[in-house]
């Protein structure tokens, strides 16, 4: 053990004790604010996410499928189906942009049909919430029309877009296959002249 010298006091070890503890308790609460805010950014962000969020609709939706009064459960399956309908637009869209196919004005087409598909869903989240059961019912059987038609316009521009895709699939097949059908052609002339010429 180190002697302590004869002029260090209690005093003095005591400001030491103090000041170590301030430094201490200040680090400590820069850390545990770092820390709050920084789950803070987290939560902010989990629950900005879109597809967090669409995640967790839908799951509420499944639910709602079974759960819950008749017409409640049939608006929830027209919501499922709705937003079932506008992913795949979304998957089709992406597909014939990562293929670079013509799309002419689909892709406006589609926003369009997106607009009407979120409105939509809109109307049904409100009639889910409707307290009234026979109002309720009217609502649903009144805008399973509207989901209707809306799937089928989503189906017809998702085909539209399949179809230029197939057209653009046979291009690429019929001149693969012409190559093909000339690099033959060229083998079989290659092989006749080679046999006459070992013959000779």
């Given amino acids: 053990m180190t002697p302590v010298p004869a ?6 070890i005591g400001d030491a ?16 604010a770092a820390l709050a805010g920084t789950t803070w950014l987290v939560v902010r962000r ?14 509420r939706l499944v639910v709602g499928t079974v759960m819950g009064d008749d ?8 919501r499922l189906e709705v937003q079932r309908s506008l992913d795949a637009v979304e998957r089709s869209l992406g597909a ?15 926003a369009h049909l997106q607009r009407a598909g979120e ?19 009217a609502w649903a059987s009144w805008l399973a029309d509207q989901v209707r038609d809306h799937t089928r316009l989503a189906a017809d521009l998702r085909r539209t877009l399949h179809r230029t895709g197939l057209a653009a699939d ?10 093909l059908a000339l690099e ?10 080679y046999r006459r010429g070992r013959t000779v």
């Fill in 7 to 12: 002029d260090v006091t209690v005093a003095d």
């Fill in 17 to 32: 004790v103090a000041q170590l503890l301030l430094v201490g308790g200040v680090m400590l609460v820069v850390l545990t």
């Fill in 46 to 59: 989990v629950r900005r996410s879109r597809r967090l969020r669409r995640g967790m609709d839908r799951g």
């Fill in 71 to 78: 017409a409640g459960r049939r608006l929830a399956r027209m």
């Fill in 96 to 110: 014939a942009r990562a293929q670079q196919r013509p799309m002419g004005d689909l892709p406006s087409v589609a």
């Fill in 119 to 137: 409105q939509l869903d809109a109307e049904l989240r409100l009639a889910e919430r409707e307290p009234d059961r026979e109002l309720k019912t």
């Fill in 170 to 179: 046979n291009h690429h097949l019929q001149r693969a296959g012409d190559h």
């Fill in 184 to 193: 033959v052609q060229a083998l079989r002339v290659w092989d006749s002249s």
